[in-house]
């Protein structure tokens, strides 16, 4: 997801450093966001590719085939798709583990230097939930926590891999994905209500943040983007 609440500003805020490429992979077209984008920084090639994280992996591995093809070197992969709602178990759990997994999983093809790739940098976009459950969402919670864990073994592996890893896991941040979901079972009806009478922040605040984040590049690192700073987290054992 690259145009969706804290993807479309995080993208922005890219665009305005200048890298030569931007790939955006997303369910949904948005032309305006995109013609947007490239207004921002004309300099910037900005491309579209529609894609839904949850296809098999060997239609990622065709798609990152032409993405290659297209701009030759790609050095940063961003895996943001999510999906908060607890009624829906098996998308959430296939939206926002398997895919990432999967998007992860088929871009080492093209950069394990096991292979003679040439090595990257993963950002996945987790959530604090990850290591502190919103309960009354344990689905998502859970499938949180998951990521959060993969991304660390990632981390690991760079020696093995060449590709390095880390996590941006941002607290309540005002999106459509906030305003109204489901709880498990509906054990809280009023969940989205309650969570946003929490300190929040904006997706810009986030955005900027989640910049930092990818300017300090560390391998490893377990960020936590809340309440509109920005803090390594250390994970206890």
């Keep these: 997801a690259g145009l969706g609440g804290i993807a479309l500003d995080t993208s922005r805020e890219i665009v305005k450093r200048g890298p030569k490429n931007m790939v955006i992979l997303d369910r949904i077209e948005n032309p305006t966001a995109i013609a947007e984008l490239k207004a921002i920084n004309p300099k910037v090639t900005v491309t579209f590719y529609p894609y839904d994280v949850t296809v098999p992996l060997t239609e990622t591995s065709k798609l990152l085939k032409t993405i290659f093809a297209k701009v030759k070197t790609v050095d940063l992969l961003i895996n943001g798709a999510g999906i908060l709602d607890d009624h829906q178990i098996e998308r959430t759990i296939a939206v926002n583990f398997t895919g ?4 992860t999983t088929a871009i080492m093809e093209f950069w394990d230097k096991r292979k003679g790739g040439p090595g990257g940098v993963i950002a996945n976009i987790c959530s604090v939930t990850g290591f502190n459950a919103i309960y009354q969402v344990p689905v998502y919670s859970a499938s949180k926590a998951a990521v959060v864990s993969f991304t660390s073994s990632l981390a690991k592996l760079a020696p093995i891999t060449g590709v390095t890893a880390y996590s941006i896991n941002p607290g309540i941040t005002v999106t459509p994905l906030t305003h109204k979901f ?4 509906d054990v809280e009806p009023r969940v989205a209500e309650l969570l946003n009478m929490h300190p929040t922040q904006t997706t ?28 390594a987290v250390t994970w206890t054992k």
């Design 100 to 103: 990432l997994v999967n998007t």
């Design 182 to 185: 489901n709880s498990w079972l």
């Design 204 to 231: 810009t605040q986030c955005a900027q943040n989640f910049v930092k984040a990818i300017e300090s590049n560390q391998n490893g690192a377990i960020w936590k983007l809340d309440l509109g700073r920005l803090d």
